[in-house]
């Protein structure tokens, strides 16, 4: 059988190829043509160009503007050959589908047709479009398709609702007609709803008898809607076209099994509205409500209780349940103040189920506790409307308790300015200064001050006096004619003071000594010399030699003489002229100390 | 003989350290002001501290304290410029660094200072650290001591006890030396420039020392320091602690 229709095939094609080489030099023609003349509104018509005697168009036809009262749905073009009495005639046919959308009597203009160097022109005609469904589409082949064979119900799972509550639509279609494929055309308009577009059903087709006629039927369709008012809402229709197989009739020759073909022909389907009431949630809604409805449970975790100050951790917030989960926006959480909450990670998941959607929606915060002690976190609430029980609740998370260790560390700095709210209130300035302090000069400088200048200085001398103390006392202990020198005129005053005491007439001789002792002894030690044997020659050439001058020699070795002669003299001394001496040595011993240095 | 004229000396000396520090009268003006800031009298007690100053005399507490007064007065300008002079006699009180950040926080400009280099930031801290007058008497009697082991070394050399004497005036020495150098430093102002405080609300800064409106650049608030530059007539020229430069009546700014 198989061999036998490849074999025919094959013989076909040979024979189509010989005899299409005569077909050539047959006259062109054009004729339009209607599927049917009479069509329902929204059903559907096929507006055909045949064209005969040429299997190719030089050009697009230019089909008249129906757009008046029919929507464009698509075209499709065919040819067909066909041999008489050994003659073979082609056929062209161009196939343009419409859905009639206006009802009246309407005229169709004459198509053009550039084919084969000149351009071809078809016949006006007349359709005629009525309010009611048409019949069997004309009986006709390539007619629209009965409502009965395919339709789409739009069922949605509530028809009253509350405001958020969300309602299910279903689209599910029908068909007793073979159906290969559908595409959505026109999506419904879901003006005034949240729309929740579920994922598309893989339950693929199953059997279902409605009206007491079986159909294959399909989800096509699902949607979960959320209101977002109150009233009356309408849904737009659905709108689908769909791909039927029809069986292609075939003519003459090829009317046979073997050549039995079909073929897809485009029908546009449209479901009916869907109207739902929404009526407003009741008064008496929690503070925190925020217009969820549903059933909603929440938990909060951390990744860890026990941590340290400066240790970001995890808190996780996570809101499921059914409903607009996607509407959730993050609770109130009580985290104190000296916790740093940084803007959360949000994640959702939501997956339809029969009646609406359900879902979890996950926020995850970082938080940085800045301050140590253990805290309680108070339980995270999120009110909600029961749709089940229709009244408002409240869930709430079990309460967390943190253990934080660690110093108190002050919080760095807001970004992009300074937290001026509250400073004043919540700061103050340190008190004054009660105990009293020390005033000084305004404008004083310590280079200003006497008490600066004499611990700077004071130091300065009494190191310098001790470095010449210090020189003083190494001469006094290795130059002997220094030490001595140094003593002559200590020395000199002793005797000078011992010779006064003995200023009295019986003692004038004692005297006398004392005053010579005394000069000749403080000579000696300025001159470092041998006291013992010093001749007044000696003397006044030692005293020259070193530079002193006659004037100051004489009245010394005068005042010498004189002493030594006073005390062998036998005269009785006279109390005044002991004084006089006294005066004398004295004056003759500065002057040579002055005359020496 | 030789001692008489060092006795002389030393008593000059303690008298001049003593009668720096002798000013009778103002404590009783300076407890009023103390008496009136506590009963919540914050015009009595900036009259009183006034007086202080009128008399010549001032102190890092008076400074502090007339701060404070101000300060709760709510006159931002002038609390943050009697910290600042305060800040210059006792430079690391924490007490006043902490009202002074207090009244910078009120103040309206949020100006951020430029990095400074860590070796002056380093140097500064160095020098603020020892209050000054404990500087003074540190610096003294480290000075003395050393002159003291100076003469005994001088005088007694050689001898067991020279030893430690010596080592000791050494370390004295050494003290005298950096605190004395960090004295000297804050006495002559080295590396402090010339600051002042803006005490009118708002003050226009031009960018050349003209009234001319098309010249003004931003304006500075009451409390905001600047370091003051050139000057030309009536106008300062004040750099921010930002960097910016530009020029400021000088009746709008008050040197700390």
């Given at each position: 059988m198989?061999?036998?229709?490849?074999?025919a095939?094959v013989?076909?094609?040979?024979?189509?190829g010989l005899l299409?080489?005569?077909?050539f030099?047959l006259?062109?023609t054009?004729?339009?043509?209607?599927?049917?003349?009479e069509?329902?509104?929204?059903?559907?018509?096929?507006l055909?160009?045949e064209?005969?005697?040429?299997?190719?168009l030089?050009?697009?036809?230019t089909v008249?503007?129906l757009?008046?009262?029919?929507?464009?749905?698509g075209?499709?073009?065919?040819t067909?050959?066909?041999?008489?009495?050994g003659?073979t005639?082609?056929?062209?046919?161009?196939?343009?589908q419409f859905?009639?959308t206006?009802?009246?009597?309407f005229?169709?203009g004459?198509?053009?047709?550039p084919a084969?160097?000149?351009t071809?022109t078809?016949?006006?005609?007349?359709?005629?479009?009525t309010?009611a469904?048409?019949?069997?589409?004309?009986?006709g082949a390539?007619?629209?398709?009965?409502?009965?064979?395919?339709?789409?119900i739009?069922?949605?799972?509530k028809?009253?609702?509350?405001?958020?509550?969300?309602v299910?639509?279903?689209?599910?279609?029908?068909t007793?007609?073979?159906?290969?494929?559908y595409?959505?055309t026109?999506?419904?308009?879901?003006?005034?709803?949240?729309?929740?577009e579920?994922?598309?059903?893989?339950?693929?087709?199953e059997?279902?008898?409605?009206?007491g006629?079986?159909?294959?039927?399909?989800?096509?369709?699902?949607?979960a809607?959320?209101p977002?008012?109150?009233?009356?809402k309408?849904?737009?229709?659905l709108?689908?076209?769909?791909?039927?197989?029809?069986q292609?009739r075939?003519?003459g020759?090829?009317?046979?099994?073997f050549?039995?073909?079909?073929?897809?022909?485009?029908?546009?389907?449209a479901s009916?509205?869907?109207?739902?009431?929404?009526?407003?949630?009741?008064t008496?809604?929690?503070?925190?409500?925020?217009?969820?409805?549903?059933q909603?449970?929440?938990?909060?975790?951390f990744?860890?209780?026990d941590?340290?100050t400066?240790?970001?951790?995890?808190f996780r917030?996570e809101v499921?349940g059914?409903?607009?989960i996607?509407?959730?926006?993050?609770?109130?959480l009580?985290?104190?103040g000296?916790?740093?909450?940084y803007?959360?990670?949000?994640?959702?998941?939501?997956?339809?189920?029969s009646d609406?959607v359900?879902?979890?929606?996950?926020?995850?915060?970082?938080?940085?506790?800045?301050a140590?002690?253990?805290?309680a976190l108070p339980?995270?609430?999120?009110?909600y409307?029961?749709s089940?029980?229709?009244?408002?609740a409240?869930?709430?998370?079990?309460p967390?308790?943190?253990?934080?260790?660690?110093?108190?560390?002050?919080?760095?700095?807001?970004?992009?300015?300074?937290?001026?709210?509250?400073i004043?209130?919540q700061?103050?300035?340190?008190?004054?200064?009660?105990?009293?302090?020390?005033?000084?000069?305004?404008?004083?400088s310590?280079?200003?001050?006497l008490?600066?200048?004499?611990?700077?200085?004071?130091p300065?001398?009494?190191?310098?006096?001790?470095?010449?103390m210090?020189?003083?006392?190494?001469?006094?202990?290795g130059?002997?004619?220094?030490?001595r020198?140094?003593?002559?005129s200590?020395?000199?005053k002793?005797?000078?003071?011992k010779?006064?005491?003995?200023?009295?007439?019986?003692?004038?001789?004692?005297f006398?000594?004392?005053?010579?002792?005394?000069?000749?002894g403080f000579l000696?030690?300025?001159l470092?010399l041998?006291e013992?044997?010093?001749?007044?020659?000696?003397?006044?050439?030692?005293l020259?030699a070193r530079?002193?001058?006659?004037d100051?020699i004489?009245?010394?070795?005068?005042?010498?003489?004189?002493?030594?002669?006073?005390?062998?003299?036998?005269?009785?001394?006279?109390?005044v002229a002991?004084q006089?001496?006294?005066?004398?040595?004295?004056?003759?011993?500065t002057?040579l100390?002055?005359?020496?240095? | 003989?030789?001692?008489?004229?060092?006795?002389?000396?030393?008593?000059?000396?303690?008298l001049?350290?003593l009668?720096?520090?002798?000013?009778?009268?103002?404590?009783?003006?300076?407890?009023?002001?103390?008496?009136?800031?506590q009963d919540?009298?914050?015009?009595?007690?900036?009259?009183?501290?006034?007086r202080?100053?009128?008399?010549?005399?001032?102190?890092?507490?008076?400074?502090?304290?007339l701060?404070n007064?101000?300060?709760?007065?709510?006159?931002i300008?002038?609390?943050i410029?009697?910290?600042?002079?305060?800040?210059?006699?006792?430079?690391?009180?924490d007490?006043?660094?902490?009202n002074?950040?207090?009244?910078?926080?009120l103040t309206a400009?949020?100006?951020?200072?430029?990095?400074?280099f860590?070796?002056?930031?380093a140097?500064r801290?160095?020098?603020?650290?020892v209050?000054?007058?404990t500087?003074?008497?540190?610096?003294?009697?480290?000075y003395?001591?050393?002159?003291?082991g100076?003469?005994?070394w001088?005088l007694?050399?050689?001898?067991p006890?020279?030893?430690?004497?010596?080592?000791?005036a050494?370390?004295?020495?050494?003290v005298?030396?950096?605190?004395?150098?960090?004295?000297?430093?804050r006495?002559?102002?080295?590396?402090a420039?010339?600051k002042?405080?803006?005490?009118?609300?708002e003050?226009?800064?031009q960018?050349?020392p003209?009234?001319?409106?098309?010249?003004?650049?931003?304006?500075v608030?009451e409390?905001?320091?600047v370091?003051m530059?050139?000057?030309?007539?009536d106008w300062?020229?004040?750099?921010?602690?930002?960097?910016t430069?530009?020029?400021?009546?000088?009746?709008?700014?008050?040197?700390?």
């Amino acid at each position: 059988m198989t061999l036998g229709r490849r074999l025919a095939s094959v013989l076909a094609t040979a024979m189509i190829g010989l005899l299409c080489f005569p077909v050539f030099g047959l006259a062109q023609t054009a004729r339009a043509y209607l599927s049917q003349n009479e069509v329902g509104l929204n059903q559907q018509f096929v507006l055909n160009v045949e064209v005969a005697g040429i299997q190719q168009l030089d050009a697009d036809p230019t089909v008249p503007d129906l757009s008046a009262f029919a929507a464009y749905l698509g075209s499709g073009t065919s040819t067909s050959m066909q041999m008489t009495n050994g003659r073979t005639s082609v056929t062209l046919t161009i196939q343009y589908q419409f859905q009639a959308t206006g009802e009246g009597q309407f005229n169709i203009g004459p198509v053009t047709v550039p084919a084969a160097g000149q351009t071809l022109t078809t016949d006006p005609l007349t359709i005629r479009v009525t309010s009611a469904r048409s019949g069997r589409g004309g009986g006709g082949a390539d007619g629209g398709v009965d409502p009965d064979d395919l339709f789409i119900i739009a069922t949605p799972s509530k028809e009253a609702v509350y405001v958020n509550e969300s309602v299910t639509v279903e689209y599910r279609i029908f068909t007793r007609v073979n159906v290969d494929g559908y595409n959505l055309t026109e999506q419904p308009s879901t003006a005034g709803f949240w729309v929740e577009e579920l994922p598309d059903p893989v339950g693929g087709v199953e059997q279902m008898v409605r009206n007491g006629v079986q159909y294959a039927s399909s989800v096509i369709r699902r949607v979960a809607l959320f209101p977002t008012s109150s009233g009356r809402k309408t849904l737009g229709p659905l709108t689908i076209e769909a791909q039927m197989r029809v069986q292609r009739r075939s003519r003459g020759f090829f009317d046979d099994p073997f050549f039995g073909r079909s073929r897809n022909r485009p029908v546009v389907i449209a479901s009916d509205t869907v109207e739902i009431d929404v009526s407003a949630l009741p008064t008496g809604e929690p503070p925190s409500f925020t217009g969820l409805v549903g059933q909603f449970d929440v938990a909060t975790s951390f990744d860890r209780t026990d941590l340290n100050t400066n240790d970001a951790l995890t808190f996780r917030l996570e809101v499921t349940g059914t409903g607009n989960i996607r509407t959730v926006v993050a609770p109130e959480l009580g985290f104190p103040g000296d916790f740093e909450v940084y803007p959360p990670d949000v994640t959702e998941q939501v997956e339809p189920f029969s009646d609406g959607v359900r879902g979890r929606k996950v926020f995850e915060y970082v938080v940085v506790p800045r301050a140590p002690g253990d805290v309680a976190l108070p339980p995270v609430e999120l009110a909600y409307f029961n749709s089940d029980t229709d009244a408002y609740a409240v869930a709430t998370s079990a309460p967390i308790t943190l253990r934080i260790a660690g110093d108190a560390i002050d919080a760095p700095a807001g970004v992009g300015g300074r937290r001026r709210t509250g400073i004043a209130a919540q700061q103050d300035i340190r008190f004054i200064r009660i105990a009293m302090p020390t005033f000084r000069p305004i404008g004083t400088s310590l280079f200003r001050s006497l008490g600066f200048w004499v611990v700077l200085l004071a130091p300065l001398l009494a190191v310098a006096g001790a470095v010449a103390m210090q020189r003083h006392q190494d001469r006094l202990r290795g130059d002997v004619a220094y030490a001595r020198g140094r003593r002559a005129s200590r020395l000199a005053k002793q005797r000078l003071a011992k010779a006064e005491s003995l200023r009295s007439p019986d003692k004038h001789r004692d005297f006398h000594a004392e005053v010579g002792r005394a000069l000749q002894g403080f000579l000696g030690d300025k001159l470092n010399l041998a006291e013992a044997g010093l001749v007044r020659d000696q003397m006044r050439s030692h005293l020259i030699a070193r530079g002193v001058s006659d004037d100051v020699i004489a009245p010394y070795l005068a005042c010498l003489e004189d002493s030594d002669r006073q005390r062998f003299a036998p005269t009785e001394p006279d109390p005044v002229a002991m004084q006089e001496m006294l005066t004398r040595a004295g004056q003759a011993m500065t002057d040579l100390d002055q005359g020496l240095s | 003989m030789t001692l008489r004229p060092f006795r002389t000396l030393m008593t000059t000396l303690w008298l001049g350290l003593l009668t720096s520090g002798v000013c009778a009268g103002q404590e009783a003006f300076f407890d009023e002001g103390n008496q009136r800031y506590q009963d919540g009298d914050f015009e009595g007690a900036v009259a009183s501290y006034a007086r202080i100053l009128e008399a010549g005399l001032e102190s890092g507490d008076l400074y502090y304290n007339l701060g404070n007064t101000y300060f709760k007065r709510g006159e931002i300008g002038p609390a943050i410029l009697y910290y600042e002079r305060a800040r210059g006699l006792m430079p690391a009180d924490d007490d006043l660094l902490a009202n002074l950040a207090l009244a910078r926080q009120l103040t309206a400009d949020d100006i951020t200072p430029l990095p400074q280099f860590w070796l002056f930031r380093a140097v500064r801290w160095w020098v603020d650290l020892v209050p000054r007058s404990t500087l003074a008497w540190l610096v003294g009697v480290a000075y003395l001591i050393a002159a003291g082991g100076l003469i005994v070394w001088i005088l007694k050399p050689g001898t067991p006890m020279a030893l430690w004497v010596r080592r000791g005036a050494t370390a004295a020495a050494g003290v005298a030396l950096l605190f004395g150098i960090n004295l000297a430093v804050r006495e002559l102002g080295i590396g402090a420039p010339q600051k002042a405080v803006v005490m009118a609300t708002e003050a226009d800064v031009q960018s050349a020392p003209s009234g001319d409106n098309a010249l003004r650049i931003f304006a500075v608030h009451e409390g905001a320091t600047v370091r003051m530059g050139r000057r030309s007539d009536d106008w300062v020229e004040i750099v921010l602690e930002d960097g910016t430069v530009g020029w400021v009546e000088a009746t709008q700014l008050e040197p700390i």
